[in-house]
């Protein structure tokens, strides 16, 4: 396991991501545990849904998504991706 307690970086660019995720845990009324995760406000980075790689809001095709390019690819196929990316790849 990597440290992924700080100092954490993009997958992509290798630069350091900033920010993070808060984690508040409880119980509901009827003692069922919860967590919910939050981005802090300063976090410039999507940690991918599928594949738990770290990736920078500037080398995500789509940060809103929450998933590296590659996974956003396998989920929503071709058809989300801009022709020309794969077009560049290839030069
Ligand atoms: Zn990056
Ligand atoms: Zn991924």
């Not at 009324?29 to 990736?55: H, K, Q, S, W």
């Amino acid at each position: 396991m990597e440290d992924n307690e700080s100092g954490d970086v993009c997958t992509v660019c290798q630069q350091a991501v900033t920010g993070g995720f808060d984690v508040f845990s409880g119980f509901q009324n009827d003692g069922t545990p919860t967590v919910v995760v939050e981005g802090t406000a300063d976090r410039n980075f999507n940690v991918c849904d599928l594949c738990n790689d770290t990736v920078c809001f500037r080398c995500s095709l789509h940060p809103e998504s929450g998933y590296c390019n590659p996974c956003f690819r396998k989920v929503f196929g071709d058809a989300g991706f801009v022709d020309s990316v794969g077009e560049a790849m290839k030069q």
